[in-house]
């Protein structure tokens, strides 16, 4: 601007440059420097020719030039340091809300799982009761019992094993999340647990008039697996089967 001044020199592209360069404060830093290095490049050249005819004058007019770039300069790395400074507490109050927000997931969770162990612990303890009573009480051995009353017994089974299969998947769903999940391995005989799992799923089958036919081949068929964990796998397939299957019909095991 002093050479501009003195000299007359054309100086408006740098008034432009330094303009953007305000506007753009603190988003292109290295933008920001390289227009100050060219206004220190613009400065050698007016002062190049400045000094052929006014060298005392123009060697002033350098001082002053250069002492007027340093504090333009330390003008905008302040407003630079500003900005960034905002900028960093902006992004700690938004790391601040996600903590929170995080903790508040982490405590909500937490609830969720006693709730879910509270409440599956409750239901099961009467509800296996509940079984154990309806389970002698068909069998009917004091023949007391009318065929209507014997239906009724049926029911209570079929709608309690369907509860029992809700519970035990709401207990494995709190033991998956607390890490205490865990399968026991044992060796039985496959083909003994089919026929009792069909015995037990015959009473849920029977309200839609279904029933379970296995097809396996040979007799003894010796696995090693968590027995009551495969119980389950076959009760989720099979409940499936006959959710998705018309009224009388036949689903089959093999």
Not at 58 to 83: P, S
Not at 89 to 118: M, P, Y
Request: glycine share 6%; hydrophobic share 40%; charged share 25%.
């Amino acid at each position: 601007r002093l050479f501009s001044c003195e000299y007359g020199a054309d100086y408006a592209w740098d008034q432009q440059a330094v303009a953007h360069s305000h506007s753009q404060m603190g988003i292109e830093p290295g933008w920001l420097l390289g227009v100050y290095a060219r206004y220190v490049d613009y400065l050698a050249e007016v002062a190049d020719k400045a000094f052929k005819d006014d060298p005392a004058g123009a060697l002033k007019v350098v001082q002053a030039g250069v002492k007027l770039a340093f504090h333009d300069a330390h003008e905008a790395i302040a407003e630079l340091m500003r900005v960034l400074l905002e900028r960093h507490k902006a992004l700690l109050e938004a790391q601040e809300q996600i903590n929170g927000r995080n903790r508040e997931l982490v405590r909500v969770n937490d609830d969720r799982d006693r709730f879910l162990s509270t409440v599956t612990h409750e239901l099961k303890t009467p509800l296996t009761s509940l079984l154990a009573f309806a389970d002698v009480l068909s069998k009917n051995r004091s023949e007391t019992l009318s065929p209507r009353d014997i239906q009724h017994l049926h029911a209570i089974q079929r709608d309690g094993r369907r509860l029992e299969m809700l519970i035990g998947d709401l207990i494995d769903v709190s033991n998956a999340r607390s890490g205490t999940f865990k399968l026991f391995h044992s060796r039985f005989d496959a083909r003994a647990m089919l026929d009792e799992f069909r015995q037990g799923f015959t009473p849920v089958l029977a309200e839609k008039q279904q029933w379970i036919e296995l097809s396996c081949e040979g007799g003894h068929m010796a696995v090693v697996a968590d027995r009551d964990r495969l119980i389950q796998v076959m009760s989720n397939l099979v409940g499936n089967a006959s959710k998705f299957s018309p009224s009388g019909t036949r689903v089959r095991v093999s």
